[in-house]
């Protein structure tokens, strides 16, 4: 079992919005984007009351947000880290709000959960005009 590494900072406001930031690959892409610039965002200017914790899969991840608070939780499988690693530290953690913005939510979460669906033009328009 990989041991769990604590959160990068010990004092939390009352309220926290969890993001779970696997997703924050070293390709770059539309996603990792996403959820890069969503993150800092956050918690560059958090709501009154709230703070914000990405939850990421591994240290290096760090590096694409500085400044934000984060909890790694080593691991490479990704349905291990969504649905065994994450849940169970988000249970212990316990944040007000969790933010998956790679549209998964863990089996077994138990917290209040806002999931992002990327990419859902094609089911509209499954064939363009024109398109090879």
């Known amino acids: 079992m990989e ?3 604590p959160a990068s900072s010990t004092s939390s406001p009352p309220a926290v919005l ?3 930031a696997r997703g924050l690959s070293e390709r770059a892409g539309g996603v990792r984007e996403y959820i890069a610039e969503l993150t800092r965002a956050l918690a560059a200017d958090p709501p009154a009351g709230w703070g914000v914790r990405a939850y990421l899969s591994s240290p290096a991840q760090r590096r694409l947000l500085p400044g934000v608070e984060t909890a790694v939780l080593p691991g490479r499988n990704r ?4 649905h065994w690693l994450a849940p169970r530290r988000l249970r212990a953690d316990r944040p007000s709000v969790v933010l998956c913005p790679k549209g998964v939510v863990p089996l077994g979460l138990g917290r209040p959960a806002l999931v992002t669906l990327h990419d859902l033009l094609y089911f509209r328009l499954p064939a363009r005009p024109g398109a090879p």
């Open 18 to 20: 969890a993001v779970l």
């Open 3 to 5: 041991p769990i590494e």
């Open 79 to 82: 349905l291990r880290w969504d």
